[in-house]
């Protein structure tokens, strides 16, 4: 068995998450022993912009998990901006005395800003300092954050508010089911995003937001999401139908009681079904489902596998998607990311405890295989590693975009970050 990009001990993400823990824990520091003008010298003076460094005007990004991705693309293809990826936690640092701890959660901050309100201004006024130098130093001409409700964005939205600098919201959360939807909109009924604009993924996520009445705050724009711009680049002169490499999507966590049983079991019996050169990349959800899967094949294999065998969570799901034979996933959003692969995609139905994201239907329209047992699952999967399938064509391709688009918006014409600056430029215009 080889786990080459397993989350071992000081890997990647590791590495990442400890990087991240010391550069708070200096930020804490020094917040406490120097005056804010020096320590808003410091912040501003790490800041670096990316994409178009020479641009007049710079989007001011802040992080999450994902959102790398997306900013990844916009600062590659949009390049009438510069782009700043901006480690918020060196501004966070500042609610520390302020802002109880207990209240630093996401949407609840709300009811500490009524009864903490005096504290939260300090806040919101060190902020509109910071980002009236970044506007003055670095041509900031926006702030784009990742969600509507995250505690440590809101005093940076109000100081731009009140700075006339728009607030762009890239919603990466997107209620993929009508059930999730119908909650969603209940969870943020009457809910102000002190936004100008937020562009979502899809209808679904447009129509959650208007029922919300988040409509009558700010303008909700159907974009897309701009990390999946990169498909629309994948190389796809090599043949795909040489490649024995099959992706499998975790689901450990979150799909009901016994998922993590259900998974492991059903790890073996793919593992004793392939042979030969075939490589099996299980790509998990975070750092965690990473080292618990690890632990768990080690466990479960003895001997050790007759197949490469790849752990990643730190691994994108273009990169394996794209050089994947197979693709298996489960109830997840990254089985509809899948349709824009050109691989064959199968999804072994008789694990779902709940409703499948892909109704037979569109997995039928998609040419998804659908398998109702494990018997089929068996046969489908190895008629598809082994070559039996037929290759993708370019109708099914035009019909796995149909279905696609049932879910997240994709357009042949214009790019999701091309629809993104489309509406970036429009507010920006009204806002000159």
């Given at each position: 068995?080889?786990?080459?990009?397993?989350?071992?001990k000081f890997g990647r993400d590791t590495y990442k998450r400890l990087m991240s823990i010391l550069y708070l824990r200096l930020a804490f520091l020094l917040v406490r022993?120097?005056?804010?003008?020096?320590?808003?010298?410091?912040?501003?003076?790490?800041?670096?912009?990316?994409?178009?460094?020479?641009?007049?005007?710079?989007?001011?990004?802040?992080?999450?998990?994902?959102?790398?991705?997306?900013?990844?693309?916009?600062?590659?293809?949009?390049?009438?901006?510069?782009?700043?990826?901006?480690?918020?936690?060196?501004?966070?640092?500042?609610?520390?005395?302020?802002?109880?701890?207990?209240?630093?959660?996401?949407?609840?901050?709300?009811?500490?800003?009524?009864?903490?309100?005096?504290?939260?201004?300090?806040?919101?006024?060190?902020?509109?300092?910071?980002?009236?130098?970044?506007?003055?130093?670095?041509?900031?001409?926006?702030?784009?954050?990742?969600?509507?409700?995250?505690?440590?964005?809101?005093?940076?939205?109000?100081?731009?508010?009140?700075?006339?600098?728009?607030?762009?919201?890239?919603?990466?959360?997107?209620?993929?089911?009508?059930?999730?939807?119908?909650?969603?909109?209940?969870?943020?009924?009457?809910?102000?995003?002190?936004?100008?604009?937020?562009?979502?993924?899809?209808?679904?996520?447009?129509?959650?937001?208007?029922?919300?009445?988040?409509?009558?705050?700010?303008?909700?724009?159907?974009?897309?999401?701009?990390?999946?711009?990169?498909?629309?680049?994948?190389?796809?002169?090599?043949?795909?139908?040489?490649?024995?490499?099959?992706?499998?999507?975790?689901?450990?966590?979150?799909?009901?009681?016994?998922?993590?049983?259900?998974?492991?079991?059903?790890?073996?019996?793919?593992?004793?079904?392939?042979?030969?050169?075939?490589?099996?990349?299980?790509?998990?959800?975070?750092?965690?489902?990473?080292?618990?899967?690890?632990?768990?094949?080690?466990?479960?294999?003895?001997?050790?596998?007759?197949?490469?065998?790849?752990?990643?969570?730190?691994?994108?799901?273009?990169?394996?998607?794209?050089?994947?034979?197979?693709?298996?996933?489960?109830?997840?959003?990254?089985?509809?990311?899948?349709?824009?692969?050109?691989?064959?995609?199968?999804?072994?139905?008789?694990?779902?405890?709940?409703?499948?994201?892909?109704?037979?239907?569109?997995?039928?329209?998609?040419?998804?295989?659908?398998?109702?047992?494990?018997?089929?699952?068996?046969?489908?999967?190895?008629?598809?590693?082994?070559?039996?399938?037929?290759?993708?064509?370019?109708?099914?391709?035009?019909?796995?975009?149909?279905?696609?688009?049932?879910?997240?918006?994709?357009?042949?014409?214009?790019?999701?970050?091309?629809?993104?600056?489309?509406?970036?430029?429009?507010?920006?215009?009204?806002?000159?």
């Amino acid at each position: 068995m080889t786990l080459p990009y397993s989350n071992a001990k000081f890997g990647r993400d590791t590495y990442k998450r400890l990087m991240s823990i010391l550069y708070l824990r200096l930020a804490f520091l020094l917040v406490r022993v120097l005056p804010f003008t020096l320590y808003l010298r410091i912040i501003v003076n790490s800041v670096v912009v990316q994409g178009n460094s020479s641009a007049k005007q710079s989007i001011l990004c802040l992080p999450k998990p994902l959102f790398d991705k997306d900013f990844e693309q916009l600062s590659y293809r949009l390049r009438g901006y510069g782009w700043i990826w901006f480690m918020k936690d060196l501004f966070t640092v500042c609610h520390d005395g302020l802002v109880p701890r207990g209240s630093r959660r996401q949407k609840a901050y709300v009811q500490d800003v009524f009864r903490n309100g005096a504290a939260w201004d300090k806040v919101v006024g060190k902020a509109r300092v910071l980002m009236s130098t970044l506007r003055e130093e670095k041509g900031v001409c926006c702030i784009m954050t990742a969600n509507i409700d995250y505690w440590q964005d809101h005093a940076l939205k109000v100081a731009c508010r009140d700075l006339g600098l728009p607030v762009v919201v890239l919603q990466k959360e997107y209620p993929i089911t009508e059930p999730v939807a119908a909650k969603f909109a209940k969870q943020y009924k009457g809910w102000n995003p002190h936004a100008d604009l937020i562009a979502v993924a899809g209808k679904r996520a447009l129509d959650s937001l208007v029922e919300a009445g988040i409509g009558s705050f700010c303008k909700v724009v159907v974009t897309g999401f701009p990390r999946l711009d990169r498909y629309r680049s994948v190389d796809v002169s090599s043949d795909r139908r040489a490649s024995r490499r099959t992706t499998l999507l975790s689901f450990r966590e979150g799909y009901g009681r016994n998922s993590e049983i259900e998974f492991f079991h059903f790890l073996d019996f793919l593992l004793g079904i392939v042979h030969g050169d075939a490589e099996i990349i299980v790509k998990a959800k975070s750092g965690k489902d990473a080292s618990v899967i690890s632990a768990g094949l080690r466990r479960l294999l003895s001997p050790p596998a007759k197949v490469a065998l790849v752990v990643s969570s730190h691994m994108p799901l273009y990169d394996a998607f794209s050089t994947s034979r197979v693709i298996v996933g489960l109830n997840s959003l990254s089985i509809v990311e899948a349709l824009l692969s050109h691989a064959q995609i199968l999804i072994p139905a008789y694990i779902f405890s709940d409703a499948p994201i892909l109704s037979e239907s569109q997995c039928l329209e998609a040419g998804v295989h659908f398998a109702r047992s494990e018997e089929e699952f068996r046969e489908k999967y190895l008629d598809a590693l082994e070559g039996y399938a037929a290759p993708i064509s370019s109708s099914l391709l035009s019909n796995r975009k149909k279905v696609f688009s049932e879910y997240w918006r994709w357009d042949d014409s214009y790019s999701a970050c091309e629809l993104f600056r489309i509406a970036l430029e429009e507010l920006l215009q009204e806002r000159s």
